[in-house]
């Protein structure tokens, strides 16, 4: 019997340390975790990842179910107590395209939760959506020219340097002022 109490102790020791040494989860995770259980339908679980805030829309508007969802994320950006997910989700269905938004995350106590009423003005304004992603898409197609043209500028720059100098140095040499007659030694008397 004190075999089996000693037992029992050690083994709830080793579980609480490996319970202090879990990290939270990152907004990546917590973004998967959320959609994931939102589309399935489990809206306890998907609650238990929002702000508080967000609670009463979700439970008034929350996302449609999709068979069998398939949710990835992309660029990741975070900002102090901010997280911005590109998230993308799709359905197994081979006719339904691909939704791409940004899901907005806070940290709460040192956890970060979803903020669903900012996601959702994002996810269902995908006109706005659409007209950023385009500008950056002609932001990055701009710079892609620019870093191609670079080299032909850079040389051409530097050919016409070349040519201004040796034109310059001709210049100066055709107008080279003559020097001053001589004048006669003056004699001294």
Same mark, same amino acid.
């Not at 809206?43 to 449609?64: K, V, Y």
């Not at 102090?80 to 989700?89: G, P, R, S, W």
């Given at each position: 019997?004190?075999?089996? !109490?000693?037992?029992?102790?050690?083994?709830?020791? *080793?579980?609480?340390?490996?319970?202090?040494?879990?990290?939270?989860?990152?907004?990546?995770?917590?973004? *998967? !975790?959320?959609?994931?259980?939102?589309?399935?339908?489990?809206?306890?679980?998907?609650?238990?990842?929002?702000?508080?805030?967000?609670?009463?829309?979700?439970?008034?508007?929350?996302?449609?179910?999709?068979?069998?969802?398939?949710?990835?994320?992309?660029?990741?950006?975070?900002? /102090?107590? /901010?997280?911005?997910?590109?998230?993308?989700?799709?359905?197994?269905?081979?006719?339904?395209?691909?939704?791409?938004?940004?899901?907005?995350?806070?940290?709460?106590?040192?956890?970060?939760?979803?903020?669903?009423?900012?996601?959702?003005?994002?996810?269902?304004?995908? *006109?706005?959506?659409?007209?950023?992603?385009?500008?950056?898409?002609?932001?990055?197609?701009?710079?892609?020219?620019?870093?191609?043209?670079?080299?032909?500028?850079?040389? /051409?720059?530097?050919?016409?340097?070349?040519?201004?100098?040796?034109? *310059?140095?001709?210049?100066?040499?055709?107008?080279?002022?003559?020097?001053?007659?001589?004048?006669?030694?003056?004699?001294?008397?």
């Amino acid at each position: 019997m004190a075999k089996t !109490d000693l037992n029992l102790l050690f083994g709830s020791i *080793l579980l609480i340390l490996l319970a202090g040494c879990v990290a939270p989860a990152s907004p990546e995770q917590i973004t *998967l !975790d959320f959609w994931r259980s939102a589309l399935s339908g489990e809206t306890d679980s998907a609650r238990f990842r929002l702000t508080e805030a967000s609670h009463d829309i979700f439970q008034q508007n929350p996302p449609p179910r999709i068979p069998e969802p398939s949710v990835t994320t992309g660029k990741i950006v975070i900002d /102090q107590d /901010q997280a911005e997910v590109e998230t993308l989700i799709s359905s197994s269905k081979k006719n339904d395209k691909t939704r791409q938004f940004t899901t907005y995350l806070i940290r709460v106590q040192g956890e970060w939760r979803v903020d669903y009423s900012l996601t959702r003005k994002n996810m269902f304004n995908p *006109l706005l959506g659409d007209l950023f992603k385009s500008l950056e898409n002609l932001g990055h197609s701009l710079e892609q020219k620019f870093q191609q043209t670079m080299p032909e500028i850079e040389r /051409q720059f530097n050919e016409f340097g070349q040519q201004l100098g040796e034109e *310059l140095k001709r210049f100066s040499e055709e107008h080279k002022p003559e020097p001053p007659p001589k004048r006669p030694d003056p004699k001294v008397i």
